[in-house]
T-cell receptor, first 112, second 113 residues
């Protein structure tokens, strides 16, 4: 079945540091890929998405590129801020039932 | 923001009692989902619905049932709550094409004592 593997956290960075959170997937067919963010005490929010190979999703300075050859969708940001502290989830959608499969999440803490 | 609300936001209940969580949407989206979130497990799908009275099981459905009698409401019932069902429960909705992703509710924190 479909699965998503993302790097385990927690990840702790200083403000303005570069961020990469790795995500790889296993799926049949051609899934859509997503990154969600969860701020403390809140639900998940869609951060960015890509629906086909080589697509780049971007939002709020975050980027991720759908790499079919390496089955990856790594999340990157060039300069993180304290307000980026949150849990980040990689997810994929495939098949006809529109279900999302999530990774286990990566906690990011950014210190001033 | 998409109109999706969960109630209650917090609940403490005793082992063996029935509990119902409600998810209400105003977006007229066809698909609705219940997930639970636990440390070390991420989000796991409990049940989902693809239309009124059309539901199916997810990966962790044991001990849970659902009902959807109207497009806007999706109820999750714990027939006899156990401590292992202490968790944060999230409802999500999606349009007909999952390429749009989901919109999540704010969650219900359930504690079974």
């Amino acid at each position: 079945g479909d699965s998503v593997t993302q790097m385990e956290g927690p990840v702790t960075l200083s403000e303005e540091a570069c961020l990469t959170i790795n995500c790889t997937y296993t799926a049949t067919g051609y899934p859509s890929l997503f990154w969600y963010v969860q701020y403390p005490g809140e639900g998940l929010q869609l951060l960015l998405k890509a629906t086909k190979a080589d697509d780049k999703g971007s939002n709020k300075g975050f980027e991720a590129t759908y790499r079919k050859e390496t089955t990856s969708f790594h999340l990157e940001k060039g300069s993180v801020q304290v307000s980026d502290s949150a849990v980040y989830f990689c997810a994929l959608s495939g098949g006809s039932n529109y279900k999302l499969t999530f990774g286990k999440g990566t906690l990011l803490t950014v210190n001033p | 923001d998409a109109g999706i609300t969960q109630s209650p936001r917090h609940k403490v209940t005793e082992t063996g009692t029935p509990v119902t969580l409600r998810c209400h949407q105003t977006e007229n989206h066809r698909y609705m989902y219940w997930y639970r979130q636990d440390p070390g497990h991420g989000l796991r799908l409990i049940h989902y619905s693809y239309g009124v009275k059309d539901t199916d099981k997810g990966e962790v459905s044991d001990g849970y049932s659902v009902s959807r009698s109207k497009t806007e409401d999706f109820l999750l019932t714990l027939e006899s709550a156990t401590s292992s069902q202490t968790s944060v429960y999230f409802c999500a909705i999606s349009e007909s094409d999952s390429n749009y992703g989901y919109t999540f509710g704010s969650g219900t924190r359930l504690t079974v004592v």
